[in-house]
């Protein structure tokens, strides 16, 4: 059994997967670290912030996010969390993508990752823990891709302007604004930045915005100052991006949530840039 354990401890395990769970308190911080292993890393309950030099990925209890070995991150704690994490290696992580991504994580998946961590470090291969190993991998390579990161660009002049925002996200904000600020034609701006981002404009401040209010959501905040403080004009049109994004209201989401209880000790997606 893993419990309340280092995973640095066991990744010279000769298996190809190893669990670890842990329970951390509110406004828990791992510092920046990395692992040998690529990591899957889910919270039964409570929801986290991951964040590398690529950007910032909020994690609810819904999904986990997969982190590629060698790959520097720091994990912040939205409130008391307890996580349930896979570390992969060989022809299991090779199957998951070479870049940090969050995945939904269905019930089976879920159950799945609580029953791992009961496994011993050298499970038998055969028999009922490696078939449950094997069918632990299937479902999260299968695992849908959510769009709850926020990409970070190089270009410093970029990066500084979505710092900006990010501290104070406001969807009302003009791309006009944006092509001011940087001296940059409308064109050559959005250029610029699905270059560096990957996404369009509109789509980077949706995915900001919905990085600002996911920890404030599953902090029990209502919906509607939350839609306000974002700059939307209704209610009614933040729930709309949300549902869109997301795939269910904010308020079905923040039931599956488990509001985990507001974190003064964080400031959101302020520090998504932050370079470590």
Same mark, same amino acid.
Do not use: K
């Given at each position: 059994?893993? =419990?309340?354990? =280092? /995973?640095?401890?066991?990744?010279?395990?000769?298996?190809?997967?190893? #669990?670890?769970?842990?329970?951390?308190?509110?406004?828990?911080?791992?510092?920046?670290?990395?692992? &040998?292993?690529?990591?899957?890393?889910?919270?039964?309950?409570?929801?986290?912030?991951?964040?590398?030099? #690529?950007?910032?990925?909020?994690?609810? %209890?819904?999904?986990?996010?997969? !982190?590629?070995?060698?790959? +520097?991150?720091?994990?912040?704690?939205?409130?008391?969390?307890?996580?349930?994490?896979?570390?992969?290696?060989?022809?299991? #992580?090779?199957?998951?993508?070479?870049?940090?991504?969050?995945? $939904?994580?269905? %019930?089976?998946?879920?159950?799945?990752?609580?029953?791992?961590?009961?496994?011993?470090?050298?499970?038998?291969?055969?028999?009922?823990?490696?078939?449950?190993? *094997?069918?632990?991998?299937?479902?999260?390579?299968?695992?849908?891709?959510?769009?709850?990161? @926020?990409? *970070?660009? *190089?270009?410093?002049?970029?990066?500084?302007?979505?710092?900006?925002?990010?501290?104070? %996200?406001? !969807?009302?904000?003009?791309?006009?604004?944006?092509?001011?600020?940087?001296?940059?034609?409308?064109?050559?701006?959005? &250029?610029?930045? =699905?270059?560096?981002?990957?996404?369009?404009?509109? +789509?980077?401040?949706? &995915?900001?915005?919905?990085?600002?209010?996911?920890?404030?959501?599953?902090?029990?905040?209502?919906?509607?100052? @939350?839609?306000?403080?974002?700059?939307?004009?209704?209610?009614?049109?933040?729930? /709309?991006?949300?549902?869109?994004?997301?795939?269910?209201?904010?308020?079905?989401?923040?039931?599956? *949530?488990? $509001?985990?209880? %507001?974190?003064?000790?964080?400031?959101?997606?302020?520090?998504?840039?932050?370079?470590?």
């Amino acid at each position: 059994m893993v =419990r309340r354990a =280092r /995973a640095q401890e066991y990744e010279a395990t000769p298996r190809p997967l190893i #669990a670890v769970g842990n329970d951390y308190p509110a406004g828990h911080w791992h510092p920046t670290h990395s692992h &040998r292993r690529g990591q899957f890393l889910h919270a039964e309950r409570g929801t986290m912030m991951v964040v590398t030099e #690529a950007g910032g990925w909020v994690v609810p %209890p819904q999904a986990g996010v997969w !982190i590629p070995g060698g790959i +520097a991150h720091s994990i912040r704690m939205l409130g008391a969390v307890s996580t349930r994490s896979v570390y992969l290696e060989g022809a299991a #992580a090779a199957r998951l993508p070479a870049i940090c991504e969050v995945r $939904g994580v269905a %019930p089976l998946l879920r159950h799945l990752l609580i029953a791992a961590i009961d496994l011993p470090p050298e499970y038998e291969a055969e028999g009922r823990a490696g078939y449950l190993v *094997a069918l632990l991998v299937e479902e999260l390579v299968r695992a849908p891709t959510l769009p709850f990161s @926020v990409p *970070a660009p *190089a270009e410093p002049r970029l990066a500084e302007a979505c710092r900006r925002f990010c501290a104070a %996200p406001d !969807i009302g904000e003009d791309i006009a604004a944006w092509c001011r600020e940087l001296g940059l034609s409308r064109r050559g701006f959005t &250029r610029m930045f =699905r270059a560096e981002t990957g996404l369009s404009f509109r +789509a980077w401040q949706r &995915r900001a915005c919905l990085q600002a209010a996911l920890p404030r959501l599953a902090a029990g905040e209502r919906v509607t100052a @939350v839609a306000l403080d974002l700059g939307y004009g209704a209610p009614a049109a933040f729930t /709309a991006m949300f549902r869109q994004v997301v795939g269910v209201s904010p308020q079905a989401w923040r039931a599956g *949530a488990g $509001g985990s209880g %507001p974190d003064q000790s964080w400031s959101g997606a302020a520090s998504l840039f932050s370079r470590m």
